[in-house]
């Protein structure tokens, strides 16, 4: 089974669904900006946002990475977090996670119907 590891650790960080949030954290290094995905660096493009590693929208609002360039940030990664948001939105709401903005929702296509939940407290609403 060892021998099929691909990947390895190299941070392990723990963060609050809700309440106080721990300091922000960034992994890689600012001194020598190259995205992980395009390669390229500092001269070819630009690092002028913070990268969450994990979608702020799953309650991550301190780790970031320095290594991942605002094109990869916005223009192809932004549309793959959508689609996980959208098909983590029950999983969402019934953690309580904070999201951006708002409460999360689910409301089913053609429906009045809705599930929330308010974050920081254990409510869950069916309407
Ligand atoms: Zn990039």
């Not at 192809?76 to 948001?85: Q, T």
């Not at 029950?90 to 809705?114: D, H, M, V, W």
Request: with cysteine; charged share 25%.
């Amino acid at each position: 089974m060892e021998e099929n590891v691909k990947y390895k650790q190299i941070f392990q960080y723990t963060y609050p669904i809700s309440g106080e949030q721990p300091k922000k954290e960034f992994l890689g290094s600012a001194q020598n900006r190259q995205c992980i995905f395009c390669k390229r660096g500092k001269s070819e493009t630009s690092f002028k946002k913070d990268a969450h590693i994990e979608p702020a929208a799953l309650g991550n609002r301190s780790l970031f990475n320095y290594n991942e360039c605002d094109n990869c940030n916005e223009k192809i990664f932004s549309k793959y977090e959508n689609d996980l948001l959208n098909y983590l939105q029950l999983e969402r709401i019934l953690i309580r996670g904070k999201p951006r903005n708002g409460s999360p929702k689910y409301r089913p296509i053609n429906s009045k119907s809705f599930i929330t939940s308010t974050p920081g407290t254990n409510q869950v609403t069916f309407l």
